[in-house]
């Protein structure tokens, strides 16, 4: 069982930044894939960026130059550094892991943390 757990969520204007972190717990040494996703109120839920466990990575169109992924195996967390934020960025922010390559479809991920919610303001 592996369980995740998001922080770094909250409020700011557009333009503005925030970084996002997943921590790890459990059994997470077969863990290869990691992602975030992120669902706006009436939306399904979206792939935004991915990374797997040699740190290669893979972005949406709508987050390409203003977002970046990055993991820490030793550390077993993941980060979402988010730059240039945009009102359509509003969203709750989830964490995932599993076991197969990364891709966007949510059912590639066994693990899912809570979410954490991102509000950007005009």
């Known amino acids: 069982q592996v369980q995740l757990v998001e922080s770094g969520g909250g409020s700011v204007q557009a333009g503005g930044s925030l970084r996002l972190s997943c921590s790890s717990f459990?059994?997470?040494?077969?863990?290869?894939?990691m992602a975030w996703f992120r669902q706006a109120p009436g939306r399904e839920r979206e792939g935004v960026a991915l990374?797997?466990?040699?740190?290669?990575?893979n972005y949406a169109d709508s987050v390409k130059g203003r977002f970046t992924i990055s993991r820490d195996n030793a550390k077993d967390t993941l980060y979402l550094q988010m730059d240039g934020l945009k009102p359509e960025d509003t969203a709750m922010y989830y964490c995932?892991?599993?076991?197969?390559?990364?891709?966007?479809?949510?059912?590639?991920?066994?693990?899912w943390g809570q979410g954490t919610q991102v509000t950007v303001s005009s």
């Open positions: 459990g059994n997470t040494r077969g863990i290869y894939s």
């Open positions: 990374i797997d466990i040699e740190g290669n990575t």
């Open positions: 995932a892991a599993g076991f197969r390559v990364p891709m966007f479809a949510p059912d590639a991920y066994r693990y």
